[in-house]
């Protein structure tokens, strides 16, 4: 099993609350567990810490293999919510064996 994590930096300047496309982007997002039959478990959210060293936002997926987890990543769902965030955030991700 592999385990995608993701973590996400709105950029400077976005607020989360009055920029529309941030709740758009958390909206597709939380969707893709049940879009992307590749998924064998599905979290994301919100950071619920005021630390400087937090990230906002984080995705949590789990995939079989490396070939799951390919087309995790080719699926057109993922590709479009990708690009929304690619709008307004940054982020770093880890696939790890489980």
Do not use: S
């Amino acid at each position: 099993m592999i385990r995608h994590l993701v973590l996400f930096k709105l950029n400077d300047g976005v607020d989360r609350d009055a920029d529309d496309r941030v709740a758009v982007g958390a909206k597709a997002f939380e969707e893709l567990g049940a879009l992307i039959p590749e998924l064998r478990g599905w979290e994301c959210g919100w950071n619920t810490t005021a630390r400087d060293i937090a990230y906002d936002y984080a995705l949590n997926g789990l995939v079989e293999d490396r070939e799951g987890l390919n087309a995790y990543l080719a699926h057109p769902a993922h590709q479009a919510a990708v690009a929304q965030w690619r709008e307004f955030a940054t982020w770093v991700i880890a696939d790890i064996e489980v």
